[in-house]
């Protein structure tokens, strides 16, 4: 088991916004962090941060995904459900594929319940109303009313996956908000949440100058005499805490 991240950049990341995310990955080289597909289901009033727990699907097969393989408590997808930890992302591939829901309603509410901090899929969800009253962040690329079986055939956890056409791996760390869900590799989260919180502090002085009137040029982005403003901005403002 991977030794735990450092308290200070949970807190750190859970004020950080998927755009920073995906914008100190691409300053590593890293460009595909942002999953392709999901969207929120509800309004998102602070970002999802949690490590990713995995559940990979593969086609659905007539013969084998029949209602009642339901009737065992220890189907995979079932499984899954009860064995996120609280504090923890299930992150489900479904191959990007939309006709059948990952899962429903009544799973989402037994994952709300349990304390995790949110589902992910590219693929749908069904009981779209009943997601929508949720109040644990869930994402999803569409909504389908036909069950999981129709189209899925849930087989392994905490295995390494794609979601949105991203690799994600158990452990990673994937934050999502309004814009969508973003996988940060676990091993760059501590220095990439410190780097975050630098850019937003930067960009909420920006943010002021360019509200204040002050043209693109040497503001965004900042040249060096915007910097020595922010500077001095930052001994008055310093970064919430």
């Known amino acids: 088991m991977a030794d735990p991240l450092p308290e200070r950049t949970w807190h750190l990341l859970r004020r950080t916004s998927t755009a920073t995310i995906t914008t100190r990955l691409l ?22 941060v949690g490590e990713a727990f995995t559940l990979r699907c593969i086609p659905a097969r007539e013969d084998l995904d029949v209602l009642s393989v339901f009737q065992d408590y220890d189907h995979p997808q079932r499984r899954a459900v009860e064995a996120v930890p609280a504090g923890q992302v299930l992150v489900i591939d479904s191959r990007g594929q939309r006709r059948a829901a990952s899962l429903g309603h009544i799973l989402a509410t037994r994952l709300q319940v349990r304390g995790v901090a949110g589902v992910v899929t590219d693929g749908a969800v069904r009981d779209a109303a009943g997601f929508a009253e949720l109040a644990m962040p869930a994402f999803a690329a569409g909504i389908s009313a036909s069950t999981n079986l129709v189209q899925h055939h849930a087989v392994d956890l905490q295995v390494p996956i794609g979601c949105g056409e991203v690799a994600v791996y158990p452990g990673d760390v994937l934050i999502g908000d309004a814009d969508g869900v973003a996988c940060l ?12 919180a630098e850019q937003e502090h930067l960009e909420e002085f920006v ?3 360019v509200t204040a009137g002050r043209p693109l040029r040497g503001t965004y982005p900042p040249d060096e005499a915007t910097r020595a403003r922010y500077r001095e901005w930052a001994r008055h403002h310093p970064p919430r805490s």
């Not at 300053?27 to 999802?48: E, K, T």
């Open 27 to 48: 300053a590593r080289g890293l460009r595909g962090a942002l999953l392709q597909g999901p969207r929120p289901l509800h309004p998102v009033d602070s970002p999802m």
């Open 185 to 196: 590799p676990r091993h760059l989260a501590a220095e990439v949440a410190e780097e975050a």
């Open 207 to 209: 943010l002021s100058e």
